[in-house]
């Protein structure tokens, strides 16, 4: 069965520190893999997406992701975080109809 | 482009009355999604269309709940009568057809029955 897991409910950075949070999937074909971010009040807008190709995917506001076949994990990174990064993030994968969402983590920056 | 367009954005009202959630998908998108956010149960799928036909509505909670969608601009999410434990966040997304194609969300309808 496909599924997606956050291990982490919530992560606490400080403003300009780096930033990684894990996704790890499962599922038995090649799988389309996103990040999506929700803010307080907004709906949820895609960060990034990968396919196929590069491993290593470049999105939206200085967010990157890379796909590792081997652990099933298609982690978030962000080289220096901004205060404005405060959100809640998704991981999700497709299976060609659904989308299968991790439950999400909360990402609070400190000064 | 006009993204997914949700209305109401709020919705208050008492228990027992029936509640219309409105949605206009992207144009061109074949799929239609509508998923229910809660604190407790995070982000759920209740139903989704493809082409306008329901193809998956297993997780619509119970019959009170039922959505539709007419035309391929156009679907509605309806609880009736609404009860208090269906307050949440309502979302719909829509896509292209195509695996990697990703879903757009609109800014939700937060639902309150008092």
């Known amino acids: 069965a496909q599924s997606v897991t956050q291990p982490d409910i919530h992560i606490t950075v400080s403003e300009g520190a780096s930033l990684e949070l894990r996704c790890n999937y499962s599922y038995g074909a090649t799988p389309y893999l996103f990040w999506y971010v929700q803010s307080p009040g907004q709906g949820l807008q895609l960060l990034l997406k990968y396919f196929s190709g590069d491993t290593l995917v470049q999105g939206i506001k200085g967010f990157e992701a890379e796909f590792k076949r081997s652990q099933s994990s298609f982690n978030l990174r962000k080289p220096s975080v901004h205060w404005s990064d405060a959100a809640e993030y998704f991981c999700?994968?497709?299976?060609?109809?659904?989308?299968?969402f991790g439950t999400g983590t909360s990402l609070t920056v400190i000064p | 482009d006009a993204g997914v367009i949700q209305s109401p954005r709020h919705e208050v009202t008492e228990m027992g009355q029936e509640v219309t959630l409105r949605c206009k998908p992207i144009s061109g998108h074949d799929y239609l999604f509508w998923y229910r956010q809660t604190m407790m149960r995070g982000l759920e799928l209740l139903i989704y269309?493809?082409?306008?036909?329901?193809?998956?509505d297993s997780g619509m909670p119970e019959d009170r709940f039922s959505a539709k969608m007419p035309n391929a601009s156009f679907s509605t999410l309806k609880i009736q009568p609404s009860e208090p434990r269906d307050s949440a966040v309502y979302f719909c997304a829509s896509r292209n057809a195509g695996g990697s194609q990703p879903q757009h969300f609109g800014d939700g309808t937060r639902l309150s029955i008092l």
């Open positions: 999700a994968v497709s299976t060609g109809n659904q989308f299968y």
């Open positions: 269309f493809n082409n306008n036909v329901p193809i998956d």
